[in-house]
């Protein structure tokens, strides 16, 4: 085949030649196939030119793959060339170094950190402040923030609750404010979620002492038995329930006056029956 050498040349503008030539080639059997006469025979020749031209092609095609593989192949060393002794040992620098480096600024983090804790508790005890914790402060601490400005954030929040706690010392209910305070270091809310607390208390007690009992006697100056249920309603304790039960005790005069005793004595209510026999 007259192509058959085609791509053994190394040079792409030789290649690219060669490559013209044969697509010229190419064009002018297309083009004498084109121009038969539809005829029975004409066909015949057609078929023949496309079959050859398909079969050129997949010679063509058969001895690009082999000169790819050619190619690339001394690529494919260098690429393992490369990973072996560039790429993998400078990943591996990358991740020995970083590591090394993650060490040393976390370490110099911590003593960092550690510093500034130490001088909280300083200030804590200079202050005599018991309740608050490094957390609660929360400063924070990087590689970059200078010894200063974390030192001033402590004495910033030292001297916050220093202030709250001033403040909480001229409320009148301070023992329980402070209480609320350092729940939540928020002297505002603390102040004001203990006199709402007291206002409701207050409210409350007012609203039992404005009761009014209308008590209704009878023409024997005694209180009548619906005058004496609502006294019962408003000082039996709510939450327990009374229960009337009918019966009869029989026994000696002596029983029945301990029986009478007890139940006096236990506050339980009762009513003598008086026997018309």
Do not use: W
């Amino acid at each position: 085949m007259e192509n058959q050498e085609l791509m053994v040349v190394k040079q792409l503008p030789i290649i690219e030649e060669r490559f013209k030539q044969l697509s010229e080639k190419v064009d002018e059997k297309v083009k004498n196939a084109e121009a038969l006469v539809c005829t029975e025979e004409n066909v015949k020749v057609v078929k023949q030119v496309r079959a050859d031209l398909n079969k050129e092609y997949r010679d063509v095609e058969t001895q690009r793959k082999k000169i790819k593989e050619q190619v690339l192949a001394p690529y494919m060393q260098f690429e393992e060339v490369y990973k072996q002794y560039i790429a993998d040992k400078y990943k591996n620098a990358d991740l020995i170094l970083g590591g090394k480096v993650k060490v040393i600024e976390d370490d110099l983090k911590a003593k960092k950190e550690q510093e500034i804790k130490d001088y909280f508790e300083e200030l804590k005890t200079a202050n005599n402040i018991d309740f608050v914790t490094y957390e609660q402060a929360k400063i924070n601490v990087t590689l970059t923030a200078s010894k200063k400005s974390l030192r001033e954030q402590v004495e910033n929040f030292i001297n916050k609750i220093l202030d709250d706690l001033k403040l909480i010392e001229t409320q009148e209910h301070k023992a329980e404010i402070l209480v609320e305070y350092k729940q939540s270091l928020n002297a505002s809310n603390a102040i004001t979620t203990v006199l709402n607390r007291v206002e409701a208390i207050k409210n409350e007690e007012k609203k039992q002492e404005e009761k009014v009992v209308h008590i209704e006697m009878n023409e024997n100056h005694e209180i009548t038995k619906e005058s004496y249920e609502q006294l019962e309603e408003v000082f039996t304790p709510k939450q327990e329930k009374l229960y009337t039960i009918p019966f009869k005790a029989t026994g000696t005069s002596v029983q029945l006056k301990m029986l009478k005793d007890f139940m006096e004595r236990e506050g339980i209510r009762y009513e003598s029956v008086t026997s018309n026999k």
